[in-house]
Nanobody, 114 residues
Framework: QVQLVESGGGLVQPGGSLRLSCAAS????????MGWYRRAPGKQRELVAY???????DYADFAKGRFTISRDNAKKAVLLRMNSLKPEGTAVYFC????????WGQGTQVTVSS
């Protein structure tokens, strides 16, 4: 069964940076549009960013200019570089395809606090 394993979260001060990684055991990975999502406490899951098989990207408004999504098809990995983090970025971050075709992983906790 396809697994998604997210990592790289942690505690960071406002204005800091983190790089999240998602490893997928998926033979079709290079053909999928992949996304990062997040779920903040008491809120619904929301999209952070997408990257399509060709490397084209799209971002939620809050992520534009601060976050960068990338992928390594050889490693079946999708990355999210987050700069200038804000306290409202505190959430559990997940990856999945844009159609939620893969089984959700555990996510990685990001806490932005001084």
């Amino acid at each position: 069964q396809v697994q998604l394993v997210e990592s790289g979260g942690g505690l960071v001060q406002p204005g800091g940076s983190l790089r999240l990684s998602c490893a997928a055991s998926d033979s079709a990975f290079s053909y999928r549009t992949m996304g990062w999502y997040r779920r903040a406490p008491g809120k619904q899951r929301e999209l952070v960013a997408y990257i399509n098989p060709g490397g084209g990207t799209d971002y939620a408004d809050f992520a534009k200019g601060r976050f960068t999504i990338s992928r390594d098809n050889a490693k079946k990995a999708v990355l999210l570089r987050m700069n200038s983090l804000k306290p409202e970025g505190t959430a559990v971050y997940f990856c999945n395809s844009n159609t939620f075709a893969l089984r959700w992983g555990q996510g990685t906790q990001v806490t932005v606090s001084s």
